[in-house]
């Protein structure tokens, strides 16, 4: 079955420091990329959405700069959250377009930890 | 305006007896699709069901069934005889627009999800 692969499960960085998260597609290829962030017992919300090959679509809201979001190839997509602060803390998890579920195929997503 | 609303923040369940999941949706869309997902303590989103604006049967799968109300905006989630596996965290989710190969699917817009405990 179709499998995203996502790294790292969890990761603990100290404030002001950068961290990316990449989501590889292991057999079928992502044209596009969905990144949610998810606080405690809270829903998913959007964050970002990637094309392969072009610039990322941000939701309102959400800093650009803060989160860059790289998708050059039809298996990878990265998240970098640059300059990490406290509350960057949250799970982060991605979603390519492509394999079972009619369309979605889910990371098993980011535990970030900034301390 | 919410788009997906659940209103069960958290639901208890005995083992092997039958529960709803309440979700209802806002779209002015014609096609669109509902998905339900269960999340574990682990954070994993398990896709579990899937029923599509134009689907006149309500989808089933195994323990899963989605009892959908087209007027009414309503995607329940039925799961029956109940196991303590089903612990976890349900989101309903929508994608709006038309589902077509080759062009970008829409994003998932999810609801605020329900805690199910199943008790023994």
């Known amino acids: 079955g179709a499998v995203v692969s996502q790294h790292p499960s969890r990761v603990i960085c100290k404030s002001g420091t950068s961290v990316k998260i990449e989501c590889r597609s292991l057999d079928f290829q992502a044209t596009t990329m969905f990144w949610y962030r998810q606080f405690p017992k809270k829903s998913l919300m959007l964050m970002a959405t990637s094309n392969e090959g072009s610039k990322a679509t941000y939701e309102q809201g959400v800093e650009k700069d803060k989160f860059l979001i790289n998708h050059a190839s039809l298996t990878l997509s990265t998240l970098t959250v640059t300059s990490a602060h406290p509350e960057d803390s949250s799970f982060y998890i991605c979603?390519?377009?492509?394999?079972?579920?009619?369309?979605?195929?889910f990371g098993s997503g980011t535990r970030l930890t900034v301390v | 305006a919410q788009k997906i609303t659940q209103t069960q923040p958290g639901m208890f369940v005995q083992e092997k007896e039958a529960v709803t999941l309440d979700c209802t949706y806002d779209?002015?869309?014609?096609?669109?699709?509902l998905f339900w997902y269960k999340q574990p303590s682990s954070g994993e989103m398990i896709f579990l069901i899937y029923q599509g604006s134009y689907d006149e049967q309500n989808a089933t799968e195994g323990r899963y069934s989605l009892n959908f109300q087209k007027a009414r905006k309503s995607a329940n989630l039925v799961i029956s005889a109940s196991q303590l596996g089903d612990s976890a965290m349900y989101f309903c989710a929508m994608r709006e627009g038309r589902l077509s190969g080759g062009t970008s699917y829409g994003k998932l817009t999810f609801g605020q999800g329900t805690i199910l405990t199943v008790h023994p």
């Open positions: 979603s390519a377009r492509g394999g079972l579920g009619y369309g979605y195929t």
């Open positions: 779209t002015s869309d014609q096609s669109y699709g």
